[in-house]
């Protein structure tokens, strides 16, 4: 239910504010996230206009209070003049023109090497083992797709990466191409589509860079500009811990999708998950509640 008001009570320390409604107060709690994100615009006679769900309540301090489920606006109105302190919508619009603006994007995933499942030791390095990516033009049109098994040079595959990919040593070395095949497919797309490079985590950015020195090959970093869509997302929603792809899938799409740890196929997740979180930010679609409500 939305609903918009002037703070009449604040009490930063509960973390609740008093809105006048039809002659009676309502209370209203804000989540940690919320509260650290709000709490410097939280002043009486501020307008603020939010969301909530009139069955999700807790007590603080002896009151019943509403749990905000999202905040749209909060300003301050004068006799003369207005400020406008925070506008979901105008970020909104300022996010949409730049996804908008990224062009070409490739949307990537990689599988790395894991230590034997008995080591306790430090100083792993973890290897590209498996890139998968799919490349699309501004208007969201596939321009290619890529899937393909990388051979590692510092450590062999262990049986606890073969459980977890799902398949044999002799399998994996059987289909898997050269380091320097991959860097040479890579900075192909790379030099003929400029995509901006959409990953789902940081991890991916890190074994990449990585990879270029582990093999002895030219760095291709001022090449690459990566959008981190798992930051992005839990920044959009005021989140408090990173949201899981396949979490964000099913919500999404109200889709149980099975995991398989294969790189080509969590791309494909990553793609669609960014697709839905656009029709988010354009206004298309409201999953914020239900997120928040499964994700914080």
């Not at 107060?25 to 909530?52: A, E, T």
């Not at 925070?86 to 949409?96: A, E, P, R, T």
């Not at 430090?122 to 321009?143: H, K, N, S, T």
Request: aromatic share 16%; with cysteine.
């Amino acid at each position: 239910m939305r609903i918009k008001g002037v703070i009449r009570q604040v009490d930063i320390h509960s973390k609740t504010i008093g809105i006048i409604q039809n002659r009676r107060i309502l209370f209203f709690y804000f989540k940690n996230s919320q509260m650290n994100l709000f709490k410097r615009y939280l002043y009486k006679g501020n307008w603020i206009d939010l969301d909530y769900d009139e069955d999700d309540k807790v007590i603080r301090r002896g009151k019943e209070c509403y749990i905000v489920s999202f905040v749209y606006q909060l300003s301050a109105m004068g006799r003369f003049d207005s400020a406008v302190y925070y506008d979901k919508q105008s970020l909104n619009h300022s996010l949409s023109k730049f996804l908008k603006s990224l062009g070409n994007i490739m949307v990537l995933d990689l599988e790395m090497t894991m230590p034997t499942y008995n080591f306790k030791g430090r100083g792993f390095r973890a290897e590209l083992i498996q890139a998968g990516f799919i490349v699309y033009d501004g208007e969201g049109e596939e321009i290619c797709r890529y899937s393909k098994y990388i051979k590692p040079k510092l450590n062999p595959i262990t049986k606890r990466l073969e459980d977890f990919l799902n398949i044999t040593a002799y399998e994996f070395y059987y289909k898997a191409i050269s380091y320097d095949e991959f860097y040479d497919d890579f900075l192909e797309v790379l030099d003929n589509y400029h995509p901006a490079i959409i990953v789902y985590g940081k991890n991916d950015i890190l074994v990449l860079n990585d990879s270029y020195s582990i093999n002895e090959k030219p760095s291709l970093q001022n090449k690459t500009r990566f959008i981190n869509l798992c930051q992005i997302i839990k920044s959009y929603y005021d989140l408090k811990n990173d949201p899981g792809l396949f979490k964000l899938y099913k919500i999404y799409y109200d889709n149980e999708d099975v995991q398989i740890h294969d790189a080509f196929n969590d791309s494909e997740i990553t793609a669609k998950v960014f697709k839905a979180f656009k029709d988010e930010v354009n206004l298309k679609t409201n999953k914020a509640e239900v997120l928040r409500r499964e994700l914080d």
